[in-house]
């Protein structure tokens, strides 16, 4: 599959959803994919990708922004408090912001900095205890304490269990974002994407889809 195949699902889907054109952001994810193949998707004209890491972002991507100009660039994995500073460098969205003392040291430094990127709450819509994210029950709690620091919240992530429809936890997560007043959803991947433009995403994080399959190290 091309990028050009994912953009068209998208439109359609966006159609489908009696959604406006260009009303679904795509983040092509671009976490362990070699420098060739990243550079093939920005010659073709993206511009917004996600990166899990944020030691793999500040190796790949001051360089790309210095050949292609109006990269935007999404961190979609855990951040650590401790690369909290980094990430603000690195980052203009955060998708993964989900407990209070990420929260706290993202403030500090924008107030430091006078910015801050996007930020997105996750939320463990399907309270699987090895997951990251808030929970359902503890959401509209984090997203006061959030906007009482002064932080730029967006919207809401999530990741459906593997096992599960992800339609009910799309609804879901499409359900808290009205009630707290949020426009952002981040929700849908390479195999679900459309069904998730269907109940409101705002941006849909797509990598093998675009890539291929990602070159995992050898342990």
Do not use: C, N, Q
């Given at each position: 599959m091309t990028l050009a195949d994912i953009r068209a699902r998208i439109a359609t889907a966006e159609t489908a959803a009696h959604?406006?054109?260009?009303s679904v952001t795509?983040?092509?994810?671009?976490k362990q994919q070699p420098d060739e193949?990243?550079?093939?998707?920005l010659d073709q004209g993206q511009r917004v990708f996600g990166e899990n890491r944020v030691q793999e972002a500040e190796r790949k991507w001051p360089g790309f922004r210095k050949t292609h100009a109006g990269i935007e660039l999404h961190l979609i994995g855990p951040l650590q408090s401790n690369k909290a500073r980094q990430a603000m460098d690195l980052f203009d969205a955060i998708?993964?912001?989900?407990?209070?003392?990420l929260a706290r040291r993202l403030a500090d430094l924008a107030q430091e900095r006078g910015g801050c990127?996007?930020?997105f709450i996750q939320v463990n819509t399907g309270q699987e205890p090895q997951k990251a994210g808030v929970l359902p029950a503890a959401l509209d709690g984090f997203v006061?304490?959030?906007r009482a620091l002064g932080l730029p919240l967006r919207g809401l992530m999530c990741i459906p269990p593997v096992d599960e429809e992800p339609s009910l936890h799309f609804a879901l997560l499409a359900k808290m974002a009205v009630r707290n007043g949020l426009g952002g959803l981040s929700m849908g991947m390479s195999g679900d994407f459309e069904k998730a433009i269907r109940f409101g995403a705002?941006?849909?994080r797509v990598?093998?889809?675009i890539f291929g399959t990602r070159d995992v190290p050898a342990n």
């Open positions: 959604r406006a054109a260009g795509l983040i092509a994810v671009s193949r990243v550079r093939g998707v998708h993964t912001l989900d407990r209070s003392k990127p996007d930020l006061a304490e959030v705002t941006h849909v990598g093998s889809a």
